[in-house]
């Protein structure tokens, strides 16, 4: 497909995708700091999620750290069909619109 030339300039050879929000991120957020994951570590992977609301269900709230410490255990999250998520978060059963992480570590 070719994309309609701008105002002031010759035609662009074929549509190029502007960055997902997420490539934007990943972009803006490089770091030389060598971060790590403490769920990632003990579990082998992220949660699920860290919020959901009606809108948007993902992990937004991470633990990182850094050599010299040992991720040995996190808190359990609940899955996506707890009771009490069915509208999202907040709710009774979740006060907050973001699930509580935590990490105990070796040192």
């Given at each position: 497909s070719v994309r309609p030339a701008p105002a002031s300039g010759p035609p662009l050879p074929h549509a190029v995708e502007p960055p997902t929000v997420h490539e934007?991120?990943?972009w803006r957020l490089r770091h030389p700091l060598p971060l790590r994951s403490a769920y990632t570590?003990?579990?082998g992977d992220e949660p699920t999620f860290t919020t959901s609301t009606p809108a948007f269900t993902g992990t937004l709230d991470y633990i990182w750290y850094i050599g010299g410490v040992e991720p040995v255990a996190v808190l359990d999250v609940p899955h996506l069909g707890a009771t009490g998520l069915e509208q999202g978060m907040p709710s009774r059963a979740f006060p907050s619109d973001h699930l509580l992480l935590a990490v105990a570590v070796r040192i």
């Open positions: 934007e991120l990943a570590a003990v579990l």
